[in-house]
Every structure is written in structure tokens, then in C-alpha cells.
């Protein structure tokens, strides 16, 4: 399967797409992607590591985003 072509043809994608879904080593590994990302914070932690890059004159960086486990007393994580 290869869709780096500029612009694959609908049935390109239709058919990497088949190729995935058909595939159990592709679950497995949405499933394992899946927990990571939980384990890194998830979905909210991207989204502020995400803000973080987008703010003129913000110095977050990944390894300095607050966890949702390291968060302080007022759950700011601030």
C-alpha cells in the first residue's frame, strides 16, 4: 500500500483502507497506540501540548506539559 503519491485516486484510498481493516496485526497496533497515548495523558494532553505550540511566546515543550497525574492541588496541572 502506498498513497504518497500527491493525490491517490479514491480507490487508492479505498482500497488501503480494506488492506487495514482486514488485517489483525493493524488492530493490535491501533489498540497498543491507543494505550500509549492514554499512558502519556491522552486526548486532553495533546490538545494543551498542541496550544502550547500555537501561543505566540509560549516556551511549552513536550517534556514540560503537565500530566493529568502530575497535576497540582487546584487540577490546573499550573
Known sequence: MNLRTGRPSPRAVRDAV???LSQPRHRQR???LGRLLDEAGGADRAATLLEGLLTPGSSARPDQAARPDQATPSGTGQ
Open 18 to 20: 480494506e488492506q487495514v
Open 30 to 32: 491501533a489498540r497498543e
